[in-house]
């Protein structure tokens, strides 16, 4: 015979059922923001990770070329005032084949744009997604229409954040790290580890889609050829680039289709204008700073005054993550740090510059 009565076996009362529920809910709610926390904390290292390798990359071209890539945009110093102006191949084309990816380089002429159908292996190069040059933070990524790869970081090339007020001043634009044709890493006299040549810019987007962001330069396909690039000494039109080399452009690659705007797309790593001058939020007043990393992040878009479509508002050619707080750079020594949104924009300004010698204390970047 059982030596327990069957009366007294019960099941789990409805009451106690519900208990149990409600505590599991409460420590799931509990924990969720930790582990999302952790989440993007991981995410956030894995971004910083990639600068640091962008930026042995950049040690090794130049080491082996005895000067730093272009940015594929620079100022033009033929010009008053200094302009920008562009060349055929990104930084992120140059190198590729320090990131272990030099079969995409081998596949690239860069007589051509990258989206020129005339030489179609630029355009099967560019459509290869790059790991490296993406940060797992962007939760607003959309792939692009042309199936091109992308980035979510931008080169530096220059500050023109005013030294005294620290709002966008046009004429006290001076040039980062990356210049047009590259200059040697010791020519960097404010330091390697002082100056700024990648930045986090993960919110740019292709201009039909949210956040519907704009170049101000003109596409050399999208356009006809009327872009001007640089040829070392001047700015000419795209069509006369391809004159003065014999070459004949072929238009839009077959599927190909370009922006209403005709302006060249910032996110493709191929695209010379990726990279960017750091010029502050354009909405930002010497009594009223706003943040210049991460600024005008609310609304998602941007607010009235400087949505982010806008040049310089939010993402659109700007420091921007969707990391809390702040974003990550990388440094022209191969080292990578997180710099604080409230930053003051005379102090970013500084770290931009590359041979400014204005003076700043490691205490101004952070909070």
């Given at each position: 015979m059982n030596a327990f009565n069957d009366a007294e076996r019960r099941g789990i009362s409805l009451v106690e059922f519900m208990v149990v529920i409600s505590i599991?809910?409460?420590?799931?709610?509990?924990?969720?923001?930790?582990?999302?926390?952790a989440r993007e904390t991981t995410r956030r290292t894995s971004c910083l990770n990639n600068l640091r390798e962008q930026g042995s990359a950049l040690l090794q071209f130049e080491a082996a070329n005895g000067r730093l890539p272009s940015a594929g945009q620079g100022t033009d110093p033929t010009l008053?005032?200094?302009?920008?102006?562009?060349?055929?191949?990104?930084?992120?084309?140059?190198?590729?084949?320090?990131?272990?990816?030099?079969?995409l380089t081998a596949e690239m002429n860069f007589d051509y744009a990258y989206n020129d159908a005339a030489w179609p292996n630029n355009q099967t190069a560019a459509k290869t997604i790059v790991p490296t040059y993406l940060c797992p933070s962007n939760a607003f990524r959309t792939p692009d229409p042309n199936g091109y790869g992308l980035t979510d970081y931008m080169p530096a090339i220059y500050s023109d954040i005013d030294l005294d007020n620290g709002v966008y001043e046009p004429l006290s634009r001076m040039e980062g790290a990356?210049?047009?044709?590259?200059?040697?890493?010791?020519?960097?006299?404010d330091g390697l580890s002082r100056t700024i040549a990648l930045a986090e810019d993960a919110g740019r987007s292709f201009e039909a889609y949210f956040p519907n962001t704009i170049s101000q330069s003109a596409?050399?396909?999208?356009s006809g050829g009327s872009a001007l690039v640089w040829n070392g000494k001047t700015q000419v039109t795209y069509a006369q680039w391809c004159a003065a080399r014999g070459i004949t452009s072929g238009g839009l690659a077959p599927g190909d289709g370009a922006p209403a705007s005709g302006r060249r797309v910032m996110n493709r790593w191929a695209e010379p204008a990726s990279?960017?001058?750091?010029?502050?939020?354009?909405?930002?007043?010497?009594?009223?700073?706003?943040?210049?990393?991460?600024?005008?992040?609310?609304?998602?878009?941007?607010?009235?005054?400087?949505?982010?479509?806008q040049t310089n508002c939010g993402p659109n050619e700007e420091v921007w993550s969707w990391h809390l707080?702040?974003?990550?750079?990388?440094?022209?020594?191969?080292?990578?740090r997180f710099i604080y949104s409230k930053i003051d924009p005379r102090v970013l300004r500084r770290l931009v510059t590359a041979d400014e010698q204005a003076p700043f204390s490691d205490n101004d970047v952070h909070e």
């Open positions: 599991l809910g409460l420590l799931v709610a509990l924990l969720l923001p930790a582990l999302q926390a008053s005032p200094p302009a920008s102006a562009f060349e055929m191949r990104s930084a992120f084309a140059q190198m590729l084949p320090y990131l272990e990816e030099a079969y990356f210049r047009l044709g590259g200059m040697p890493a010791g020519k960097i006299i596409d050399p396909i999208f990279s960017g001058g750091i010029s502050g939020q354009p909405n930002s007043t010497p009594g009223n700073l706003i943040n210049p990393i991460n600024g005008n992040d609310a609304p998602v878009g941007g607010p009235p005054g400087c949505p982010w479509n707080r702040g974003a990550n750079v990388g440094m022209c020594d191969g080292s990578a």
